[in-house]
């Protein structure tokens, strides 16, 4: 193994192994019932999968996305693995799945990180070890209905550091004309589907030099996501992000929300309009990915008008963004304990 971290970027770089655990069930009165088999690590990366599989034909695809990060301390720090454990579940119940349980996710992702020990980047580097666990149907089906099948995977890849350079905004273009997620659909799952479904509008959007941010799909007044990331906003002592059916419910939102609150903040769940952006101080996209990636401003194509938000990231969500990376990489104490902790 020879990885130059210094050219991480977002992309895959294969690790030795991942690790993988099949489910075998049947459906009782509507109910999966089954057993999951015992994680394994495999340097195997191909499925031998049947064409008609539930995940091919159906869309029965579920994923997660969480890192493990190299502390100042030397040691291993995974993040709150047991909320991506239960989003997942939800997720699977959503696609009506089988949900791998929590003991059996936190296994494969131990397993997969003392497999791949190696390809977890120095400190200094500012790059992680990110595990993406992936959960398919398998069952070959032709009728349309979910199979009783799947197969839970982890494949980890080391990533690069999310701002290479300088922490900065990025801006954001609003499409009303491609929807991620219906009301009462699966936006607030963590399918593969509502990316598909959102490809049009996140290159539509890049082709400007831009990312997408979705409103709400039936009345397009209220904003749901930014691109594959929440959003957050400061207006005065307030930390607002919005109340939808149709978002998924970020662990890293979720992690600043409390952060924010220790802040002095006052921490609001609301249904948030687009026009509100003008009273806002600071705004931005928070994810796994980023952490938080601060907004200079939302353009709003179809009413002519551009919200500038801010030129450089703002002082709140500054702090918050090196509070919570604080936390990950062991320079401050985990009070809330949300780092499970390895050593060599
Ligand atoms: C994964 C994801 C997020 C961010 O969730 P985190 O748990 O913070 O990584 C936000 N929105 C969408 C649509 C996502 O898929």
Not at 15 to 35: M, P, Q
Request: aromatic share 12%.
């Amino acid at each position: 193994m020879n990885i130059d971290w210094s050219k991480l970027g977002f992309h895959y770089t294969e690790t030795d192994y991942i690790v993988r655990s099949a489910f075998h069930g049947t459906w009782v009165n509507g109910e999966l019932k089954g057993e999951w088999q015992e994680p394994y690590a495999t340097r195997d990366k191909y499925l031998h999968l049947h064409v008609s599989a539930t995940s091919l034909q159906y869309g029965q695809e579920a994923f997660e996305g969480l890192k493990a990060f190299r502390g100042v301390d030397g040691k291993i720090r995974v993040f709150r693995w047991e909320e991506n454990a239960k989003r997942m579940q939800q997720s699977a119940l959503g696609l009506k799945m089988a949900a791998v349980p929590t003991e059996v996710f936190g296994k494969a992702i131990r397993l997969a990180l003392v497999k791949n020990i190696a390809f977890v980047p120095p400190y200094e580097t500012g790059a992680t070890l990110y595990f993406r666990p992936l959960l398919i149907g398998t069952t070959p089906r032709l009728g349309v209905g979910p199979g009783q099948d799947y197969e839970f995977i982890v494949i980890p890849s080391p990533i690069g550091p999310y701002y290479p350079g300088a922490y900065h905004c990025t801006s954001f273009v609003v499409n009303r004309h491609v929807d991620r997620a219906a009301q009462f659909g699966t936006g607030q799952f963590k399918v593969g589907g509502n990316y598909a479904a959102s490809f049009r509008a996140t290159e539509a959007a890049h082709l400007e030099g831009m990312d997408c941010m979705f409103l709400d799909s039936k009345t397009h007044r209220y904003i749901d996501e930014c691109s594959a990331a929440n959003f957050i906003g400061i207006k005065g002592d307030e930390y607002i992000t919005p109340r939808s059916s149709a978002i998924l419910p970020s662990i890293t939102n979720n992690s600043l929300m409390t952060l924010a609150k220790e802040m002095g903040l006052k921490v609001v769940r609301r249904k948030v309009r687009l026009e509100e952006l003008a009273d806002m101080q600071e705004a931005a996209a928070c994810g796994t990915a980023c952490v938080i990636s601060p907004i200079d401003k939302v353009v709003d194509v179809d009413k002519g008008v551009i919200y500038r938000i801010q030129s450089q990231p703002g002082p709140k969500l500054t702090q918050l963004y090196h509070n919570l990376q604080d936390i990950q990489y062991g320079r401050i104490p985990d009070k809330h304990h949300w780092c499970e902790v390895f050593e060599e």
